[in-house]
């Protein structure tokens, strides 16, 4: 699986160019994060990653196939910011029907499943009708997983849920990286995309304005402060070394007061790049 290519992508509705050239990557196993400012192209991009829009110029690649080959599509999770469900419906009803439209095998286990994970299966005979603002975004991620895509674009997957429900999607995301699914996030929410983002891309007047790593496949930088103010900042390749360190550091007779992973400071790209 070679997952998402796009180069040089642009599109404008009349005179104005919304996107202006766009070139991005997301890899198999990699969660990638889109931000920017209100107006700045990425519902525009997203619909195009989807097949929803045709772009005026460029490339759209998926697999090596166009974004909206049947097989990809197939192969494609979504979750839009706000779902429009039929309220009548009972929501393991609602979850059957889409599992039996993606043909997904055993889909009645599948359904119980993701009931399950996201924490919805005692409101499964609930018509849709009676679910809050957050619990019809669960059944949203339920819908877009169903099929175990390879390919996942989430649309403010975190809006409208409260603190346990964050917990749940985020995750959902890590499991999804874990199966190896290339993931595009389109979030406001800066501190969730740092939690779960393994890259960010800021979207600014239609271009990539800037595009940080937030995280490396076994590099992950830590700072550690002790009592007397001083921090040590170091790299390790994973929680159980960070464990160690710190371990390490209190044994030398330091007291440590804060351990903080350290990635990239979003709000001051957001700010510096608008």
Excluded: W
Aim: proline share 4%.
């Amino acid at each position: 699986m070679s997952g998402v290519r796009v180069r040089n992508l642009r599109k404008a509705y009349g005179a104005q160019q919304v996107l202006r050239g766009i070139d991005l990557d997301i890899e198999p196993g990699e969660v990638v994060g889109l931000i920017g400012p209100n107006g700045a192209g990425k519902t525009t991009l997203m619909s195009c990653l989807l097949g929803f829009l045709f772009p005026d110029e460029g490339e759209i690649t998926i697999d090596g196939r166009p974004a909206d080959d049947l097989a990809i599509r197939a192969r494609t999770g979504f979750v839009p910011e706000r779902m429009n469900f039929g309220r009548g419906v009972r929501g393991r009803e609602f979850l059957r029907y889409m599992a039996n439209l993606a043909r997904v095998p055993d889909a009645s286990a599948r359904v119980e499943e993701l009931l399950g994970r996201l924490e919805l299966a005692s409101a499964g005979e609930k018509s849709l009708s009676q679910y809050s603002r957050g619990m019809l975004q669960r059944m949203g991620m339920c819908q877009a997983l169903v099929g175990n895509p390879d390919f996942l674009f989430l649309d403010e997957p975190t809006s409208g849920l409260d603190p346990n429900g964050v917990m749940l999607v985020r995750g959902v995301i890590a499991e999804q990286r874990e199966r190896g699914a290339a993931v595009l996030l389109n979030s406001h929410q800066l501190a969730e995309v740092e939690r779960v983002c393994d890259r960010v891309l800021f979207l600014s007047k239609g271009v990539i304005a800037q595009a940080e790593t937030l995280r490396h496949a076994n590099a992950i930088p830590i700072a550690v402060t002790l009592l007397d103010g001083q921090v040590i900042r170091t790299t390790v390749g994973s929680d159980a070394e960070i464990a160690a360190e710190v371990r390490r550091i209190v044994e030398s007779g330091a007291d440590v007061v804060d351990v903080r992973k350290q990635t990239a400071d979003l709000e001051q790209i957001f700010r510096s790049a608008s």
